[in-house]
């Protein structure tokens, strides 16, 4: 029912899925959906948790996964490049603005966000140990290059046709480039 409910809110937004909608995609009926779930905040804070869960071990395994930080690095970047528009980042980008006005989606959203520039600023730290990158702050780097994918996923879900998935990667792999002193053909 969780992956349902992150699926319809994901096509029709917080503010506009009501929770006949979610049933009816579970195939369950309403009732049975208020037997698991309190409330309708209650199942969107679930349905968050969930797709916070999904991503979190996928940063997870990532953060396992063997290789030099330069490949890892590159795998961070696809994993959270808003280059292909996807249901999954709509869905993320209407859970942040309901995260001004939830305190359970703002400390779901804060939590996976200090998980990701975690891995980040490893990896980077990484790098720098190892010579493969120059980056004199690895904790800024981290903010910089994740608040340019987090606007570029604002700005390519808002407005699909501005900018082609090809541009969107250049940007972030330019960006990286610059901070971690690499070439961009490399990332």
């Known amino acids: 029912?969780?992956?349902?409910?992150?699926?319809?809110?994901?096509?029709?937004?917080?503010?506009?899925?009501?929770?006949?909608?979610?049933?009816?995609?579970?195939?369950?009926?309403?009732?049975?959906?208020?037997?698991?779930?309190?409330?309708?905040?209650?199942?969107?804070?679930?349905?968050?948790?969930?797709?916070?869960?999904?991503?979190?071990q996928?940063?997870?395994?990532?953060?396992?996964?063997?290789?030099?930080?330069?490949?890892?690095?590159?795998?961070?970047?696809r994993l959270c490049s808003p280059a292909i528009p996807t249901k999954g980042w709509r869905f993320w980008i209407d859970a942040w603005s309901e995260g001004m006005r939830s305190p359970e989606l703002e400390a779901t959203s804060r939590r996976i966000d200090a998980r990701?520039?975690?891995?980040?600023?490893?990896?980077?730290?990484?790098?720098v140990d190892c010579g493969q990158f120059a980056c004199p702050d690895p904790d800024a780097t981290t903010w910089r290059l994740f608040a340019l994918i987090d606007g570029l996923a604002v700005q390519t879900h808002l407005h699909p046709n501005a900018l082609s998935r090809r541009r969107v990667n250049a940007l972030i792999r330019t960006a990286a480039s610059y901070e971690l002193g690499v070439a961009a053909e490399r990332l």
């Open 58 to 77: 996928s940063l997870a395994d990532l953060e396992e996964s063997a290789g030099a930080p330069l490949d890892r690095l590159r795998s961070l970047l």
């Open 1 to 56: 029912m969780l992956r349902t409910a992150c699926e319809v809110i994901a096509e029709q937004g917080f503010g506009h899925t009501r929770t006949i909608d979610i049933a009816k995609a579970a195939g369950v009926s309403q009732a049975l959906l208020f037997y698991h779930f309190d409330t309708k905040e209650g199942l969107f804070a679930q349905a968050f948790g969930y797709a916070a869960r999904v991503h979190l």
């Open 116 to 127: 990701g520039r975690t891995l980040m600023r490893g990896i980077i730290e990484a790098g």
